[in-house]
C-alpha cells in the first residue's frame, strides 16, 4: 500500500539522517577518532555509542516537542559557556599534552577515569553545541509537515530508534576506516590535524555564543 511504502521510505530517510549525524567531522568526530587510533576501535566506539543515543534523545526530543531551556536563553547561554571551557581544557589534554602530561592531569589512565571523561565529554558537546537543537528542529518541523501529522508516539520512537541505528553503523564503518589510515599516516600527524578541527569548532561555538550574548543585551 501507498501508506506501508511512505513508512519505509520515511524509516530509510531516518536510516541516512543516523549516517549523515554520524560523519566523523568536527568537534564530535575528532574527539572520537583521536580516541581510537590512541586506544583502539572500542575506546571510540563507546563515545560513538553514547553520542548515538543523544541523538536518539534530540529526534525523539523534537518530534514529541521537548524543548528543553528554550525559555531561559541567559541561563543555557551561561552553561555552555563554562561547557565550552570544560572542551577546551579536554581537547588541551587530547590533543597537545604529552602522554607524560596527560598522565599527571586530572584524568588518569585509568580506565573508569577514561570513561567518566569521555562521558562528561559527550554530555557537554551536546549541551554546548548550538547546531544540534536547530538541526533536530527543522528535521521535525519538515517530518511533522510531510509525514507525522496524524501520527503517534510510537512512530516518532521507530524513528528515531532507526537515527540511532544508522548513526551506530556508520560509526562503525568510519572508525574502521580511521584504523587503516593509521597505516598510511603517523599518529602525531593526524592528531594534529585533529587537533586544529576541534579548535576551530570550538572558536565557532565562541562565536556563536558571543552573538548571542549580545543579542540578549
Known amino acids: 500500500s501507498f501508506k506501508g511504502k511512505s513508512e519505509k521510505m520515511v524509516f530509510l530517510f531516518a536510516l541516512f539522517l543516523g549516517i549523515i549525524t554520524s560523519l566523523p567531522m568536527g568537534i564530535l568526530g575528532s574527539y572520537i577518532v583521536?580516541?581510537?587510533?590512541?586506544?583502539?576501535?572500542?575506546?571510540?566506539?563507546?563515545?560513538?555509542?553514547?553520542?548515538?543515543?543523544?541523538?536518539?534523545?534530540?529526534?525523539?526530543?523534537?518530534?514529541v516537542g521537548i524543548h528543553f531551556l528554550a525559555s531561559l536563553p541567559l541561563l543555557r547561554i551561561f552553561l555552555q559557556f563554562i561547557g565550552l571551557f570544560f572542551l577546551i581544557y579536554l581537547g588541551w589534554h587530547n590533543f597537545f599534552l604529552r602522554e607524560s602530561s596527560w598522565q599527571k592531569g586530572y584524568f588518569s589512565r585509568n580506565k573508569i577515569n577514561i570513561h567518566l571523561q569521555n562521558g562528561l565529554f559527550v554530555l557537554t558537546y551536546y549541551f554546548v553545541n548550538p547546531t544540534i537543537f536547530v538541526f533536530w528542529f527543522n528535521v521535525s518541523s519538515i517530518l511533522h509537515s510531510y509525514f507525522f501529522q496524524e501520527k503517534g508516539i510510537f512512530l516518532r520512537l521507530i524513528f528515531s530508534f532507526f537515527v540511532f541505528l544508522g548513526d551506530l553503523l556508520a560509526n562503525a564503518f568510519f572508525l574502521s576506516l580511521s584504523l587503516r589510515i593509521k597505516k598510511v599516516f603517523s599518529f602525531q600527524k593526524i592528531k594534529k590535524i585533529n587537533g586544529l578541527i576541534y579548535f576551530i569548532g570550538l572558536f565557532i561555538f565562541f562565536l556563536y555564543l558571543a552573538n548571542e550574548v549580545i543579542k540578549l543585551f
Not at 37 to 49: D, K, P
Open 34 to 63: 583521536n580516541q581510537v587510533l590512541a586506544r583502539g576501535f572500542w575506546a571510540g566506539f563507546s563515545i560513538a555509542l553514547l553520542a548515538a543515543f543523544f541523538d536518539f534523545f534530540y529526534c525523539f526530543g523534537t518530534l
